[in-house]
């Protein structure tokens, strides 16, 4: 299916949310899915083989995880996230299993890769409903689970997210979310470059 637009996108605006992307012919593409989907390796394979998009760094408050690739994140403290808020420097953000997420506001004129959850994507749709939403997810929960204990997530931490996993499937679907299962990485990726492409033609 190659149509991304949002069934509804009702308004529950942030507070201290800025929307400061310049130019509307800029694509963000917005890639959402439960820990353990992939999500951070096919947002590398897609920036790395695309270069008119650039990758989104977010801010969190979250400590430093083992699996995380340097760079992936700036790690701070949470009166630091909270100031950086007030100034009106994130995109958007949002709290995920207590710690504070947050991408920061852009001055690019290049396309736009964001790896946040729903609720950030469902900010982004306020504003950009031309957004191009893509929900990654695992073939199924078992094996979400099995992936998310293999990177170091404990039991109950990964017990958390699968349950998290399906509050953000059913809210991804109500907004008009693509849903790309990964079950092989380059045909995703594939299949997520051509969305781009499509996505693209049409800014
Ligand atoms: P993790 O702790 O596994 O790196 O990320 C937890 C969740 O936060 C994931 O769903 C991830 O996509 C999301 N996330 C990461 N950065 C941001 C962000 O800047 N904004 C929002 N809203 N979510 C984010």
């Keep these: 299916m190659l149509s991304w637009l949002p069934a509804s996108a009702d308004s529950d605006r942030r507070l201290g949310c800025h929307w400061p992307v310049r130019s509307t012919s800029v694509l963000l593409v917005v890639l959402s899915g439960p820990g353990g989907a992939g999500k951070g390796t096919i947002a590398r394979a897609l920036v790395e083989g695309d270069a008119a998009l650039d990758l989104s760094r977010s801010w969190t408050t979250r400590g430093r995880r083992a699996d995380d690739i340097e760079g992936a994140y700036v790690f701070v403290t949470r009166e630091e996230f ?109 299949e997520i470059q051509s969305l781009i492409e499509a996505a693209r033609r049409q800014v």
């Design 82 to 190: 909270e100031e950086h808020r007030e100034a009106g420097g994130f995109l958007e953000w949002n709290e995920f299993l207590g710690e504070l997420y947050g991408t920061p506001v852009s001055n690019s004129d290049r396309d736009l890769l964001l790896e946040i959850d729903v609720a950030g994507g469902h900010q982004v749709l306020e504003h950009r409903r031309d957004a191009l939403c893509l929900f990654v997810d695992a073939p199924d929960d078992e094996e979400l689970r099995r992936r998310l204990l293999a990177r170091g997530d404990s039991i109950s931490r990964a017990d958390q997210r699968a349950e998290e996993a399906i509050r953000e499937r059913a809210e991804a679907d109500r907004l008009g979310y693509v849903r790309v299962v990964n079950d092989d990485l380059q045909a995703t990726v594939s």
